[in-house]
């Protein structure tokens, strides 16, 4: 093959056109230069399997040519063979220790294997090396992201962006970990930033489809989905097949309250990818609010694989598979949040009428009410050593307590069997009637205004300051049962509406749960936002008003007053995001 073909050959590549370069080589002998321009091509077609082969094959013909060594690794990054990628990389600075380009890859390729300590020191070597790189602080700060090191990840970027305010990849990141910061923290002003750093991400960057997605994720995470929706719309139609895509316009859509258009988009996305777990997951929640809990309840696994997912414990146990157990115990344990942990424990009783023997792990804050209510089951606080001194055979088989939901399949139960199952202490209930009876001789309302669950608290809870025509004019005392520093925003609104109101003083609210749910059992109504109270007042059976939005929890049910779960529960529905208007005006007509 002549010099000027292969002249010609290179030159089509590095214009962008690898098709080109493979027909001038046709033909060419397995030459060194040959070898080079083809993986070079197969490698910008993507045909990575062919390009290894290209590359090896150079390589076997001059093992020190390191641009064969550098390309072999990134295609062998690109086909997940990370350790092979880290060899030829580590080959090519062991040649050239100055090399930037094989530097950042093999910081990628250390990062995708999990060796963030090995990552973060070459790294730091590099920004020693070139500290004008901006590439390989970006990598860092990555890196501590992903770690979910933010605040350091942070302070790498404030300074990369202060000092070039235009490059949009920095600013991206920056959202990301803006958004992760107030997800974990339940803090709206760190969304809102997020937004804002989005925004302005992809006005610099406009042909960025992961900025835009990424801009849709957090507005969804702000509740404004109507703009969300509009976003991942006009994405849909430039890129009709990309899971990120369904997946944002799914979440709009259930935070919309459009349920059935929302798992369309859920089923879009698993068709993209099968493995989505966040799809899947997603797909089986809304089919849960659609009270499909058949559909559900089998997609309801997916919950193990899911980004933040519950943590697998492993009990020296098989796992339960529903059938029946002639000797020993089920053990049940707890896997998420207190207000889920009380929704799956209104399910044991359904489990004991099977003749099942029960034995449950759960939050310490539960142990002595769940010891009361269901005398007998064996209930130990979560970790308890007792769990292993049980003795072989004494526990048959262990259950995650969400595998209840199938496994006890409450949804079959008959209708006015989702009642009263906790018993609180009665000597501390009958103090707390005697207390608030001589305090007021009207109604006893308890209410609670908050949520601080993880990434959905904001949205479920309702400003205190919105409740005046609840508060206002009524012959009731009422009651905090907020937990959290609450005492002087309850104290200040009930006084502005001239309301009788009480907040005991010595009642812990969060972790005190027999006083808790004592006091719940002394009210003669509780009113609140979608948060443990709620599960709290439905597990004891008292009257509660539940204020929802337009997409409650899926255990809420999706329409009328009924909560499936629950027989006392009323579900007041928002029919609109952030429309509590609606919501407390109905309130106030039932009082």
């Known amino acids: 093959m002549t010099p000027e073909t292969l002249q010609k050959a290179y030159q089509a590549l590095t214009a962008g056109r690898p098709d080109e370069t493979l027909r001038m080589l046709e033909g060419g002998p397995p030459a060194l230069p040959v070898l080079l321009l083809r993986g ?21 013909l001059e093992p020190e040519q390191l641009d064969a060594a550098y390309n072999l690794a990134v295609c062998q990054q690109a086909l997940g063979r990370f350790h092979a990628a880290r060899r030829n990389l580590s080959l090519v600075l062991e040649k050239q220790p100055d090399n930037q380009q094989a530097m950042l890859t093999l910081s990628a390729v250390l990062s995708a294997m999990g060796y963030n300590e090995e990552c973060e020191a070459l790294l730091k070597r590099a920004i020693e090396f070139a500290p004008d790189e901006q590439r390989f602080r970006h990598n860092l700060a990555y890196l501590y992201y992903q770690s979910g090191r933010y605040d350091e990840a942070a302070d790498i970027l404030a300074k990369l962006i202060e000092g070039c305010p235009a490059q949009s990849k920095a600013i991206g990141l920056m959202g990301k970990i803006r958004m992760a910061q107030g997800q974990k923290r339940n803090d709206r002003a760190l969304i809102e930033e997020a937004v804002a750093l989005f925004d302005r991400g992809a006005e610099l960057d406009p042909q960025s489809q992961e900025m835009r997605v990424d801009l849709g994720h957090a507005l969804n995470a702000l509740q404004d989905s109507v703009r969300a929706l509009s976003l991942f719309e006009e994405l849909a139609r430039a890129a009709p097949d990309q899971l990120d895509v369904h997946q944002g316009m799914g979440m709009a859509l259930l935070n919309l309250g459009r349920l059935e258009e929302a798992r369309r988009c859920f089923e879009a996305a698993t068709a993209c990818d099968p493995e989505a777990a966040e799809s899947q997951y997603s797909l089986a929640i809304v089919s849960l609010a659609l009270a499909d809990y058949e559909t559900g309840s089998q997609k ?84 308890d050593p007792r769990l292993l001194d049980l003795g072989r055979g004494a526990i048959a088989a262990q259950c995650p307590s969400g595998d209840l939901l199938l496994r006890a399949r409450p949804w079959e139960a008959p209708p006015g069997q989702a009642g009263r199952y906790l018993e609180s202490e009665s000597e501390r209930r009958e103090a707390f009637k005697q207390r608030l009876a ?11 205004w908050f949520s601080k ?24 005392l009422f009651v905090n049962l907020q937990y959290g520093d609450s005492e002087a925003e309850f104290e200040a609104v009930c006084r502005a509406n001239e309301a009788a109101h009480y907040c005991d003083p010595d009642l812990d609210r969060r972790d005190d749960i027999e006083g808790l ?53 009323t579900a007041l529905r928002a029919s609109e995001l952030g429309g509590w208007d609606g919501v407390l005006g109905a309130a106030v007509e039932r009082l």
């Open 517 to 569: 749910c004592a006091l719940i059992d002394s009210l003669d109504l509780v009113i609140t936002v979608s948060n443990v109270t709620a599960h709290f007042a439905g597990a004891l059976g008292k009257p509660c008003w539940v204020l929802l939005g337009p997409d409650p929890l899926w255990h809420w049910g999706r329409a009328g007053e009924a909560a499936p779960f629950y027989d006392s529960i």
């Open 40 to 60: 070079g091509a197969l490698a910008s077609l993507e045909r990575h399997e062919e390009a290894v082969e290209a590359f090896e094959r150079v390589l076997r």
């Open 438 to 448: 001589a305090l007021h001789p009207g109604r006893k309302i308890g209410i609670s």
């Open 300 to 383: 309801y696994e997916w919950r193990w694989r899911i980004k933040n997912a519950p943590r697998w414990q492993s009990r020296n146990a098989p796992l339960w598979d529903g059938s029946a157990i002639p000797e020993g115990r089920l053990l049940i344990w707890n896997e998420q949040g207190l207000g889920d942990e009380l929704l799956h424990y209104g399910w044991i009783g359904r489990l004991q009428d099977r003749g099942l023997k029960v034995a449950v792990e759960c939050d310490p804050r539960l142990v002595p009410l769940l010891a009361r209510s269901f005398p007998d089951a064996q209930v130990f606080p979560k970790g």
């Open 453 to 476: 669950g993880s990434s959905l608290g904001f949205g479920k809870s309702v400003p205190l300051d919105r409740w005046g025509g609840i508060f206002g004019g009524r012959d009731a």
